[in-house]
């Protein structure tokens, strides 16, 4: 067991996230000297061509390992030496791990945000749903939707080509028509189950809903991966409608356990962290 831990989260606008005291509780659970450190680039005037750089020092410093969040999981992908086999089908990577001086990237928020559909919204209809985004977080989610037995992912991204290149990569792993770019949102969500954004739209640094309430109806489940604020604009307006819906922190929680367990090597308390997570959002 590796008793000292410095680990990192970088991304832009990150001041509230609860990662840094998810992974310190869990790691004070187990004995250990863990501090994990928000490397925000609104913080520090940067943007994400600082990247090389930040992994340079990181790496200089003795980190164990970082996460890495909006806009970089897919910028940061040149700069390691291996990636897992999940952050390679994905195409994103969400956490960095040092081996024998090597970069490695995985990716949790897949496993992450499908545990949290498990448990949220596990016997919902899933024959048609719609995705809006289609980056980095965007690809682990759609990867989570068609593992959980989504049978046709509708995606719509401000990036046409964007959300074209993700549907094939989709085709590719699970079968020709499983996945597609949208074209009309409106028709899309009048035949849709659910709904999920995995656009940062919604996030207290850029405030808005992705989707117009005015195409949502009360049949349709609602899921988000912002999490802070928990209640965004567009789970609102789903819950006064009656709709079911899933809020970002449940992806939140369980990507961090995984990515606990990559830095630590110590199995993490999945319910210990959910609990945790729900007392700081009290």
Known sequence: MNARILAGLIGSGIQASRTPALHEHEGDAHGMRYLYRLIDLDQLNLDSSALPDLLKA?????????NITYPCK????????ELSAEARAIGAVNT??????KRIG??????GFAEGLRRGLGDTARKRVVQMGAGGAGAAVAHALLGEGVEQLCIFDLDSNRAQSLADN????FGAGRALAGTDLGSALAMADGLVNTTPVGMAKLPGTPVPATLLRPALWVAEIVYFPLQTELLRD???LGCRTLDGGHMAVFQAVKAF???SGEVANAERMLEHFQRMNN
Not at 60 to 65: A, D, L, R, S
Not at 170 to 173: A, M, P, V, Y
């Open 58 to 66: 990181a790496e200089q410093m003795n980190f164990t390992g970082l």
């Open 74 to 81: 897919q910028l940061i992908l040149p700069l390691l030496d």
């Open 96 to 101: 960095v791990t040092w081996q024998a001086g």
């Open 106 to 111: 995985h990716n949790t928020d897949c496993l």
């Open 170 to 173: 989709l085709n590719q792993h």
């Open 238 to 240: 789903a819950r006064a």
């Open 261 to 263: 367990e990559l830095f």
